[in-house]
């Protein structure tokens, strides 16, 4: 019988741990920028009520039309997103036993979540009918499609030692050895994908400073508030699922599961929103390269040789 | 039947979230995009007028590339039920997967080397 | 209701979203204002909400000016930082700032943004008329139809033509002028490009339009004032250094490393003669962020054959073109001046030159003592050679077309900005269209 919770408490679980974990994503990001300008030491009140103060401000501003928009696309675009990111947030399991849901295929769930970002994102920047928004679109296509294998061979080797799909199983095998150790090419890889998948920092193309905000450079108000939070979402989805699939998931000493998963996701979101102020924007051909050439035969060695060893 | 509450629940997380997005997005239609002037819709390119609408056929220069994923998609197709009986079936699921992804790997040293990775 | 007012109040504390308009003589300050907390400066006139002009925008682009007012968000107010210029913007702001304090901008800023959220000033309306731009009379519902002009322009813009591609694709080819005001080019810079995807085919650069009259280049520098008056050489190594510093700035701005780019803006502020280790130090994490490394590798190569007798400066002497003017200046003579030559001639080259001359700067400036710099002399400022009707400017733009043909838009933002164009020097050209004089 594999855990599920009734949709009820389902949605407000994940309502409440996508809030949370959005707001930890911004405040993240503050600091990790303070530090790398190397301002000394600055304001934490600053750091922690900033985020907030942000949402009130684009409240605050008017959304935009532009000529000719598509405005069904543009009003779901950054909505799909979310939801995308809330639906691989909820086949995470918190703790042993204990899921939002927990499907046998919970990793093919997970994955067509990643995959169908590229759709939210080339809807956002289609949708304003202006050169720069669409020009990201495009790029943001090349990029995710580059992506897709990478992420798929890093994390299937998760399901070897499990046998079996579901994210529940894949951490119960755990129990002795965390997948880091057994597979240590896959993390890296999964937190590249992960930073790609949600276009953050070096691989943020679509919307990017050569782009002048590329998908949201027509954005205003609640347009981009949403768009950010889904994004941040997105991560933060992204580091849950990172931790239970590589980091061991709710085992550990001492501590109850469920904390030991926030503090896994904490370490993992740690590492994938500083990225941001620490690597430059990759150009999308030499990126494009070295996913096929370079990404995808390490991931395969990855799934191979963990493979070989697990016989 | 049982099977499916799982995939119910999370059926039910996507769509809320989705709805709810949306209406955070769409929360202040009330007072936003009302009243906009022509000048004030034109798409931003550093303060010249567009001469033409961005809607084109663009050139997304990837195509190739394109049909080179979908080989793989094909190919992650088969290993996701390869995955769960692995340890199962032994050495021959490994050698029969492994003559598989070699076969697929030679198709992108092809492309590579075709220059369908480049930027058109 | 008191929801509405308790979020007001909470949005006058976050950081004011600002575009920034750097008019002559103003680039610089604007540049520093990244280092405001409490200024959040964006890239799309959307994002924002105050629109800040500094210094003083030449009258030829005052349609620009409108259509990006216009273009910000509402409730919008726009601001004027005069910074010594007494030319007002050709489009009325509502606050101006005389004081050229940043601290005190940044209040005016705030301030503003703050009695604009609580209503006490009103959202300033739209500049130009509400017409749209091709009224459509077509027969269908989306503009169709209809013969000659009377259809077929749906909502005011034709559909774009096709026009052959290098791998013998026939699709849509958009020719687009990007604008005086995006983001990462100088101000007053104009691209006329044929964009197919997100590659450039032609590329024309559009200084100012016919017959407009442009301003002189009036803006007091450091090195403009070296024309005229002796000037220390140790006042001259700093500020050369400073100017480095601050176009390396700016392309980490460009490459989405803003927090990297607070860094060196805050270092360009403090520069001083003892601080050769901090640019090694400044080299290694430019390396290591790959600002250096794959970001700009291999990116814009301009080859030094193309710059024989043309350009000069960073950008010639990183294509291995040694040639600089200090090494013919009597006031150089037993610094120990050797010129900087790198090759390669890419984005990376000249960022890397750009970087090792600042060092050299400084250095030269710690042991320059008494000596000044005689105006007889040639001056090398620190993008090229500088003279009386000889601006480097002049020089770089027309490498523009050849260069950005068959480049992708990142990498034609990235060779843009690697040539480091000086905003007052673009500002003035004034030159028939398309048409720069090359001295």
């Known amino acids: 019988m594999r855990a599920y919770l009734d949709p009820g408490a389902a949605v407000v679980s994940v309502a409440v741990a996508m809030v949370v974990g959005v707001y930890v994503v911004a405040v993240i990001d503050g600091?990790?920028?303070?530090?790398?300008?190397?301002?000394?030491?600055?304001?934490?009140?600053?750091?922690?009520?900033?985020?907030?103060?942000?949402?009130?401000?684009?409240?605050?501003?008017?959304?935009?039309?532009?000529?000719?928009?598509?405005?069904?696309?543009?009003?779901?675009?950054?909505?799909?997103?979310?939801?995308?990111?809330?639906?691989?947030?909820?086949?995470?399991?918190?703790?042993?036993?204990?899921?939002?849901?927990?499907?046998?295929?919970?990793?093919?769930?997970?994955?067509?979540?990643?995959?169908?970002?590229?759709?939210?994102?080339?809807?956002?920047?289609?949708?304003?009918?202006?050169?720069?928004?669409?020009?990201?679109?495009?790029?943001?296509?090349?990029?995710?499609?580059?992506?897709?294998?990478?992420?798929?061979?890093?994390?299937?080797?998760?399901?070897?030692?499990?046998?079996?799909?579901?994210?529940?199983?894949?951490?119960?095998?755990?129990?002795?050895?965390?997948?880091?150790?057994?597979?240590?090419?896959?993390?890296?890889?999964?937190?590249?994908?992960?930073?790609?998948?949600?276009f953050w920092g070096p691989l943020n193309l679509p919307d990017g400073a050569d782009l002048i905000g590329g998908t949201s450079a027509e954005d205003a108000g609640t347009d981009r508030l949403a768009w950010e939070l889904a994004r941040a979402a997105m991560l933060f989805s992204i580091a849950a699922m990172g931790a239970?699939?590589?980091?061991?998931?709710?085992?550990?000493?001492?501590?109850?599961?469920?904390?030991?998963?926030?503090?896994?996701?904490?370490?993992?979101?740690?590492?994938?929103?500083?990225?941001?102020?620490?690597?430059?924007?990759?150009?999308i051909e030499p990126f494009v390269v070295a996913c096929w050439a370079v990404f995808i035969p390490l991931a395969l060695v990855n799934i191979f040789v963990s493979g070989a060893l697990l016989l | 039947m049982a099977a499916l509450e799982p995939l119910g629940a999370a059926l039910a997380v996507f769509v809320f979230a989705t709805i709810a997005l949306v209406a955070i997005r769409s929360a202040s239609d009330a007072t936003a995009?009302?009243?906009?002037?022509?000048?004030?819709?034109?798409?931003?390119?550093?303060?010249?007028?567009?001469?033409?609408?961005?809607?084109?056929?663009?050139?997304?220069?990837?195509?190739?590339?394109?049909?080179l994923f979908l080989a793989f998609d094909m190919e992650m197709v088969f290993m996701y039920p390869w995955a769960v009986v692995f340890v199962r079936e032994g050495g021959i699921a490994l050698a029969e997967m492994g003559m598989f992804i070699t076969i697929l790997l030679v198709g992108v040293l092809y492309a590579w080397r075709e220059r369908a990775l480049r930027w058109a | 209701?008191?929801?509405?007012?308790?979020?007001?109040?909470?949005?006058?504390?976050?950081?004011?979203?600002?575009?920034?308009?750097?008019?002559?003589?103003?680039?610089?300050?604007?540049?520093?204002?990244?280092?405001?907390?409490r200024l959040h400066l964006v890239d799309s006139p959307a994002a924002a909400n105050v629109l800040l002009i500094a210094g003083s925008?030449?009258?030829?682009?005052?349609?620009?000016?409108?259509?990006?007012?216009?273009?910000?968000?509402?409730?919008?107010?726009?601001?004027?930082?005069?910074?010594?210029?007494?030319?007002?913007?050709?489009?009325?702001?509502?606050?101006?700032?005389?004081?050229?304090?940043?601290?005190?901008?940044?209040?005016?800023?705030?301030?503003t943004h703050r009695r604009l959220l609580f209503g006490e000033l009103t959202s300033s309306p739209p500049v130009l008329p509400d017409e749209e731009p091709a009224p459509w009379r077509g027969i269908g519902p989306y503009g169709q139809g209809g013969t000659g002009m009377t259809g077929g322009v749906p909502y005011g813009r034709p559909m774009a033509e096709v026009a052959p591609d290098r791998d013998g694709l026939r699709l849509d080819q958009l020719t687009v002028r990007i604008g005086p005001f995006f983001a990462r080019f100088p101000t007053g810079l104009v691209l006329e490009v044929q964009l197919q995807g997100d590659v450039v085919q032609q590329a024309h650069v559009v200084v100012a339009p016919e017959g407009e009259a442009a301003v002189e280049v009036d803006v007091p520098t450091t090195f403009r004032d070296a024309l005229n008056t002796p000037v220390p050489v140790s006042v001259l190594e700093l500020e050369r250094a400073r100017s480095h510093l601050r176009s390396i700035a700016s392309a980490l701005v460009a490459h989405q490393l803003p927090s990297l780019a607070r860094r060196v803006l805050r270092f360009a502020s403090n520069v001083h003669p003892d601080q050769s280790e901090d640019v090694q130090r400044l080299h290694r994490?430019?390396?290591?962020?790959?600002?250096?490394?794959?970001?700009?590798?291999?990116?814009?190569?301009?080859?030094?054959?193309?710059?024989?007798?043309?350009?000069?400066?960073?950008?010639?002497?990183?294509?291995?073109v040694d040639q600089d003017e200090r090494t013919t200046d009597p006031a150089y003579l037993g610094l120990g001046f050797e010129p900087i030559v790198h090759d390669g001639g890419d984005a990376r080259a000249r960022m890397a030159q750009r970087l090792a001359e600042a060092g050299q700067a400084l250095q030269l400036a710690g042991r320059a003592g008494d000596r000044h710099h005689d105006p007889e002399a040639?001056?090398?400022?620190?993008?090229?050679?500088?003279?009386?009707?000889?601006?480097?400017?002049?020089?770089?733009?027309?490498?523009?077309?050849?260069?950005?043909?068959?480049?992708?838009?990142?990498?034609?933002?990235?060779?843009?900005?690697?040539?480091?164009?000086?905003?007052?020097?673009?500002?003035?050209?004034?030159?028939?269209?398309?048409?720069?004089?090359?001295?």
């Open chain 1, 31 to 198: 600091t990790a920028g303070r530090l790398a300008a190397g301002a000394g030491r600055s304001d934490l009140g600053a750091v922690l009520l900033d985020p907030l103060r942000t949402v009130a401000l684009l409240l605050t501003q008017r959304r935009r039309r532009t000529e000719r928009a598509d405005a069904p696309g543009w009003a779901l675009a950054p909505g799909l997103l979310g939801g995308l990111a809330a639906t691989g947030l909820a086949v995470v399991p918190v703790g042993p036993g204990t899921a939002v849901a927990d499907p046998s295929t919970g990793f093919v769930v997970f994955a067509t979540a990643i995959a169908f970002v590229m759709i939210a994102v080339f809807l956002h920047g289609w949708s304003p009918n202006s050169l720069f928004p669409l020009i990201g679109a495009y790029r943001y296509g090349a990029q995710a499609l580059s992506l897709q294998i990478p992420f798929l061979l890093a994390m299937l080797a998760t399901a070897l030692p499990a046998e079996s799909l579901a994210v529940m199983d894949i951490v119960e095998a755990q129990a002795d050895l965390w997948n880091v150790v057994r597979q240590p090419l896959g993390l890296p890889l999964y937190l590249m994908v992960g930073v790609g998948v949600s």
């Open chain 1, 244 to 283: 239970a699939a590589f980091l061991g998931g709710w085992w550990g000493p001492l501590l109850p599961g469920p904390v030991w998963m926030a503090l896994k996701t904490l370490f993992l979101l740690v590492v994938m929103v500083s990225s941001r102020h620490l690597v430059a924007r990759v150009r």
């Open chain 2, 33 to 67: 995009g009302v009243g906009e002037t022509a000048p004030e819709r034109v798409p931003f390119l550093g303060g010249h007028e567009p001469d033409v609408h961005a809607w084109s056929r663009f050139h997304a220069r990837y195509y190739v590339m394109a049909l």
């Open chain 3, 57 to 111: 925008v030449p009258a030829h682009l005052a349609g620009e000016l409108a259509r990006l007012h216009d273009g910000v968000s509402r409730p919008r107010l726009s601001l004027w930082w005069s910074l010594g210029s007494s030319v007002a913007p050709p489009m009325p702001p509502a606050v101006e700032v005389l004081d050229a304090d940043p601290s005190v901008l940044v209040e005016a800023v705030v301030d």
């Open chain 3, 1 to 37: 209701m008191g929801l509405r007012p308790a979020v007001e109040r909470v949005a006058a504390r976050a950081p004011v979203p600002v575009f920034a308009v750097a008019g002559a003589g103003a680039q610089a300050q604007v540049d520093d204002l990244l280092l405001q907390p």
């Open chain 3, 285 to 320: 994490l430019l390396r290591r962020s790959q600002v250096l490394g794959w970001a700009t590798k291999g990116v814009g190569p301009i080859p030094s054959d193309q710059l024989e007798g043309t350009a000069t400066g960073p950008v010639a002497r990183a294509s291995g």
């Open chain 3, 378 to 439: 040639s001056l090398e400022s620190p993008r090229g050679r500088l003279a009386v009707g000889d601006l480097p400017a002049q020089r770089l733009l027309p490498l523009l077309p050849a260069v950005l043909e068959g480049m992708e838009w990142g990498d034609a933002v990235s060779t843009v900005v690697s040539l480091d164009l000086d905003t007052d020097e673009v500002l003035a050209l004034r030159s028939p269209d398309r048409e720069l004089p090359v001295p």
